[in-house]
């Protein structure tokens, strides 16, 4: 199931510890430039490699961010 969530909604998943999965889906650079604290680096051009090795539960919630200059 796919739909997106606010900013708010986000926080406070995190602020009351759910067990979510937060994933920024952007180049290393730019996850070590900054990223939301615990949140995993999946770049895009690996995700096929990646995401089964570091997201294996498939019921487990998944939120995923990344930026876009445009």
Not at 19 to 40: D, M, N
């Amino acid at each position: 199931m796919e739909h997106t969530i606010s900013t708010q909604e986000l926080k406070g998943k995190l602020d009351r510890k759910e067990s979510i999965k937060v994933v920024e889906t952007l180049a290393p650079e730019r996850y070590r430039e900054a990223h939301i604290p615990g949140a995993l680096n999946i770049p895009p051009d690996k995700i096929k490699e990646l995401a089964p090795q570091v997201l294996p539960n498939k019921n487990a919630e998944i939120v995923t961010y990344c930026t876009n200059t445009h």
